[in-house]
């Protein structure tokens, strides 16, 4: 489970890396197996030539002697001028010559290797080697930490008639071939070690080479977002299956611009539906108490009332007061829908922050005017309209019993300009600070909610922000920051 965590480049290095490893491991194991193989044939056809030359020197000596051919003058016949020692050394091995009922006739002496010849056969082997067809038997053991491959088969005369049995202990000795195998093992280890090597290099290369086009494709698709222009990928070579997901991804890609300008076209209508069903509300709560003053006036009209004058005066009174509210309700929507135009337009923020305090002409504004200039580009109207907005929003906060105050303070910070707005009024409490800045979302009684929201719309239009910071019955602090350089 661990491996699974890795990251595919890293898998693709270990398991090319494990490859070459594995098969230099496998191979040298065939190796050994094989030469076990060969050895064990290469002693038993040694062994053979071997039986067959002193077959050979056997049947010469049978021929040339002057005894009878017989089993009883075996012993006789290969003494006769020591010819087993002859055909003992000529062919460098112990022979041992025993008769047809197993007992020892002569052996060599144990020239060559150290003496175990048993002195009677073990009689499992003398059945063995009559029944079999080729009459040639042949034993694997082990004496002394010595392995040996034992032959027995019959020695014959002329008319292929059995003397006796011959027996040659055949000792394998493996010390050269041993040799040759650690030799060439060691050879094959260096071989293997240098393709280990280049190993390693290629499985580095090759998995940074398949892992590349999808890093690329990975870092692609993190920087995907539903609510901007997404780039479609762009590969070079790659393989089949890279071409098929980097298709899909930009198939994917022109589904998701499509879904989103349809999405956008839906919210916006939902939005201006919503806004519609808003304004209708809104200018119908005062048409109903202008409707029923007409009517009433409608009514109760006398001319030769006395007090008609007065009563005149109360429903022009009212009918103002009506069409007022719904004058400022359009304008309230009016401006909330009306898109700030970017002006390169170089002003004086100090300046300009002032000038918007001089419409409200009230003495518990704060605002030292006395600041250095502040030279910033921004549209003079739409920073008017924040800071007015903001310092209204302040004074509606205040309540009546408490003695209102509001500071301004406009300054540099980081190479942006900083307006900050204070007022002691009651404060947001957490419940409303997530829906602040939302349209239509107000805490008076009065006001249609969209003060803020105009504002947030203006600042971030010339890439700024608006934050703020509440104590509950204690007041608001809004910062507004924008760069004095708008971005072209």
Request: glycine share 4%.
């Amino acid at each position: 489970m661990q491996l699974l965590k890795l990251s595919l480049r890293t898998r693709i290095f270990i398991s090319m890396t494990l490859l070459v490893l594995l098969a230099s491991i496998l191979i040298a194991a065939v190796t050994i197996y094989q030469y076990k193989e060969d050895k064990e044939e290469y002693h038993k056809e040694r062994l053979e030539r071997k039986e067959d030359r002193i077959q050979i020197a056997i049947n010469n000596a049978l021929k040339s002697t002057t005894y009878p051919v017989n089993e009883e003058n075996l012993t006789l016949i290969f003494r006769e001028r020591q010819r087993i020692y002859q055909i003992s050394e000529e062919h460098s091995l112990p022979i041992n010559i025993y008769g047809l009922s197993g007992k020892l006739l002569i052996k060599s002496e144990g020239v060559f290797t150290k003496d175990t010849t048993d002195t009677k056969l073990n009689p499992i082997i003398l059945d063995t080697l009559a029944s079999i067809y080729d009459k040639k038997y042949l034993v694997k053991s082990e004496k002394n930490g010595e392995k040996f491959l034992t032959s027995y088969t019959y020695i014959t005369d002329i008319r292929s008639k059995p003397l006796g049995i011959l027996n040659l202990p055949y000792l394998e000795d493996d010390n050269l071939i041993t040799r040759e195998l650690l030799v060439f093992l060691q050879r094959l280890g260096q071989v293997y070690l240098l393709m280990l090597l280049l190993a390693i290099i290629l499985a580095y290369f090759l998995s940074k080479y398949i892992t590349r086009s999808l890093k690329t494709i990975s870092d692609t698709i993190d920087q995907t977002r539903l609510d901007k222009r997404n780039k479609r990928i762009a590969i070079g070579d790659a393989s089949e299956e890279i071409y098929t997901l980097v298709n899909a991804y930009n198939s994917m890609i022109d589904e998701l611009e499509e879904s989103a300008v349809m999405l956008a076209k839906s919210e916006r209508e939902a939005a201006w539906r919503e806004m519609a069903k808003q304004v209708a509300h809104e200018i119908k709560n005062p048409l109903t108490p202008m409707r029923l003053t007409v009517q009433s006036f409608q009514r109760k009209f006398d001319p030769k009332d006395p007090n008609i004058q007065q009563k005149v005066q109360e429903y022009s009174d009212t009918l103002i007061q009506q069409i007022d509210t719904m004058s400022s309700i359009a304008s309230a929507f009016s401006n909330f829908a009306q898109m700030p135009a970017q002006k390169s337009e170089t002003l004086d923020v100090v300046k300009i922050v002032g000038l918007a305090l001089d419409i409200f002409n009230e003495d518990y504004i704060i605002f030292p005017s006395e600041k250095e200039q502040i030279i910033a580009k921004f549209d003079r109207t739409q920073l008017i309209r924040v800071v007015t907005n903001l310092v209204k929003n302040g004074i509606q906060a205040i309540p009546e019993s408490r003695i209102p105050k509001i500071i301004v303070d406009v300054f540099s910070e980081n190479g942006e300009v900083v307006i900050t707005v204070a007022d002691n009024g009651v404060g947001i409490d957490e419940e409303n600070m997530k829906k602040i800045f939302e349209p239509k979302f107000t805490t008076k009684t009065s006001g249609m909610g969209l003060g803020l929201g105009m504002v947030k719309n203006i600042v971030e239009t010339y890439n700024g922000s608006i934050t703020f910071t509440s104590q509950e019955g204690k007041g608001t602090v809004f910062k507004v920051k924008f760069p004095k350089e708008q971005l072209q």
